[in-house]
């Protein structure tokens, strides 16, 4: 039996199909970051990761990857991804387990990862691949530890590059540590995440999930005013709005998770590197959508914000390029059947990198987000979070200290703004 490869691109229009019944099982995704890169170029993002960690090549290794699913299931399924890579990658052993602190694991909830029956795969560059069905117990808002042993010199590995939580190596030559439960031999760390990239469950399909699609806003992103280190406020805290959100419906009793395909640094219409930009910011959305979105499982709902990096980044958007770009993507996602939701571009004034004119446009576009936008919804995350004195700006009380992004506080209110009642629950009979 091969191992299930996953194509990452899905385009097609929805077609007519009988509602499935409520109680029938499939696949959920519950946790998901997209893969934004590996480290190719000479930036400094490409040597450290936003807590200055180095970046080193994986050879020979084992990496505890840490990462907290919002819904909850007793079967689970992990997807790694290759897909910024330039050699095949072997995982020779794989386990996934309950995270206790630090790298160390949940005793007695270790359990091994199969690829098509076998305990080792080899991704070839620019894939992604999904594991087999595996019994273990999945609860929302509690991490996970997914551990890879990468056999060889694969290089520097496909990652999320701005995580906001802690994951863990050995170093480099220390072999298999995948069924360590004491984590001891983890002795480095990272704030980047290498490889996994979703983890999905078996539920009824009354369950469903919503997609929180964005940049650094949606990746939680906190910044100093100088852009980096990241803060260490708001790390291993999970405080990203699409995280508070996700506490909300479950508080709601809603059965939806939240999957978080936001990309620091991303843009609508240009891929990571165009203009100058470090190349760890990932394709434009109009090209990863099917990738990263259209391969999730189980999705109603999309929620979009995105735009600041297009008004403020060389080449910047005009008006009419950035709602054109909104246009196209909500489009796709209607040919899917998927709700959206669109957010509404947050402020930015007295922000150091904003152009000339950038405040007239951001109005613009969001006029445009409230008035003449296709999307099924609005969210205006730029009435919850600006400066009631200044629009211009956000509320002191909300801003992260880069005048861009926001503290702890401002992401709550960002998830406390989405209208409940506008997300779609899984249609089924």
Request: with cysteine; aromatic share 4%.
């Amino acid at each position: 039996m091969a191992s299930l490869v996953v194509p990452l691109a899905a385009p097609g229009a929805a077609t007519a199909e009988p509602l499935p019944s409520c109680s029938a099982q499939d696949w959920l995704g519950v946790w998901a970051a997209a893969p934004s890169d590996a480290s190719g170029g000479t930036d400094d993002m490409d040597r450290y990761d936003l807590s200055m960690n180095p970046k080193s090549v994986v050879r020979d290794e084992t990496i505890r990857a840490i990462l907290t699913p919002t819904f909850g299931g007793t079967t689970a399924r992990v997807r790694l991804s290759n897909r910024f890579g330039t050699v095949p990658v072997t995982f020779t052993q794989a386990t996934v387990a309950r995270r206790a602190a630090g790298p160390a694991l949940v005793p007695d909830t270790l359990a091994p990862l199969t690829f098509g029956g076998n305990r080792s795969v080899t991704v070839a560059p620019g894939q992604d691949v999904v594991s087999d069905p595996v019994d273990v117990v999945v609860q929302a808002f509690e991490p996970l530890a997914v551990s890879l042993h990468v056999a060889g010199d694969i290089g520097k590995p496909t990652e999320h590059a701005v995580a906001r939580q802690t994951s863990y190596l050995t170093p480099e030559g220390a072999g298999d540590h995948t069924g360590d439960v004491d984590g001891d031999a983890f002795t480095q760390r990272t704030t980047s995440r290498p490889f996994v990239s979703g983890v999905e469950v078996l539920a009824p399909q009354s369950d469903g999930a919503v997609v929180a699609l964005g940049d650094s806003i949606t990746d939680g992103y906190q910044a100093v005013p100088a852009g980096a280190p990241e803060t260490v406020e708001g790390i291993d805290a999970d405080g990203r709005w699409p995280d508070d959100l996700a506490r909300r419906l479950a508080a709601a009793d809603r059965p939806l998770s939240v999957l978080n395909l936001g990309i620091a640094g991303n843009r609508v219409l240009q891929d990571s590197a165009v203009g100058g930009q470090p190349d760890v910011q990932g394709a434009a959305v109009i090209r990863r959508l099917d990738a990263d979105l259209l391969t999730q499982s189980g999705v109603t709902t999309v929620i979009w914000i995105e735009g600041i990096n297009d008004l403020f980044m060389t080449p910047t958007a005009t008006v009419e390029e950035l709602t054109g770009g909104y246009r196209d993507v909500i489009g796709r996602l209607h040919s899917r059947g998927l709700r959206v939701l669109l957010g509404t571009i947050t402020p930015a004034g007295g922000n150091s990198s904003a152009p000339p004119g950038s405040e007239e446009v951001r109005q613009a576009v969001n006029a445009w987000i409230r008035e003449e936008s296709p999307a099924d919804g609005v969210v205006d995350f730029d009435a919850a979070v600006r400066d009631p004195a200044d629009p211009s700006r956000i509320n002191p009380a909300y801003d992260g200290s880069d005048h861009l992004h926001f503290n702890l506080a401002g992401y709550q209110a960002m998830a406390d703004a989405v209208p409940l009642e506008l997300i779609a629950d899984r249609a089924c009979s």
